[in-house]
């Protein structure tokens, strides 16, 4: 297994701004995704995390709303940006490696948006 | 589009009560078949992987089954640290995308 971490693990925001949110990995991982979940929804995916390429977003997630690096095989960044209300949710990093069929997920970071 | 449907949306069960829980997948080609136990305040925690139609996988009181359309969780005998949100989830073939479709998970509840 990987060991996962996220920062920060949870924020309070004021309406327009924007924070990023950093996921680093304790080993190499092909595969780096990128979840929101809302409160008392299950998990869905905004993107795939692309090693020194743009990110593959998923249909109704947008790069100026969800920036994403993905500097090398080990960290990845998202931000969201011009922040709502609606953008309060738990966003988790999940991290696999391809062709192992295991796919792992950070603890999640807590955002409040005021 | 993909699409995964668990049941039941909770469950509430006495300690050494032995249950199923199920879910049913929609999906092109399916790569693998994911469960994940979710506690509260934390990220989900990776269960076990299905391939294969007749595919099982066990650990301790879970055992997780797959058909060409369904997937179920066994719990056998639980305790009350069982209790959390069971979430499914399915990776298909094809496509750019490897990351999973999740279905709304099952709540479940081991009561004393």
């Known amino acids: 297994s990987a060991v996962i971490s996220q920062k920060p693990s949870r924020d309070i925001c004021q309406r327009g701004t924007s924070l990023t949110i950093q996921c680093q990995v304790d080993s190499q991982v092909t595969m780096m995704f990128w979840y929101r979940q809302q409160p008392g929804q299950s998990l869905t995916l905004i993107a795939t995390a692309n090693q020194g390429s743009e990110a593959t977003y998923e249909s109704g997630f947008v790069i100026d709303k969800f920036p994403i690096s993905r500097p090398n095989l080990t960290f990845s960044t998202l931000t969201v940006s011009n922040m709502s209300p609606e953008d309060s949710s738990i966003y988790l990093c999940?991290?696999?490696?391809?062709?192992?069929?295991?796919?792992?997920f950070g603890e999640g970071s807590r955002l409040t948006v005021l | 589009e993909d699409q995964v449907t668990q049941s039941p949306e909770a469950l509430r069960l006495q300690e050494g009560e032995s249950s199923s829980l199920n879910c049913s997948y929609t999906?092109?080609?399916?790569?693998?078949l994911f469960w994940y136990r979710q506690d509260p305040g934390k990220g989900p925690e990776f269960l076990f992987t299905l391939y294969s139609a007749g595919e099982e996988k066990e650990k301790e009181r879970l055992k997780a089954t797959l058909t060409k359309k369904e997937s179920f969780l066994h719990i056998t005998a639980p305790k009350p640290e069982d209790s959390a949100t069971y979430l499914c989830a399915v990776q298909a073939t094809g496509g750019g995308a490897d990351g999973l479709t999740f279905g709304k998970g099952t709540h479940l509840i081991i009561q004393p």
């Open positions: 999906v092109s080609g399916l790569r693998g």
């Open positions: 999940s991290v696999g490696r391809r062709g192992i069929g295991e796919l792992f």
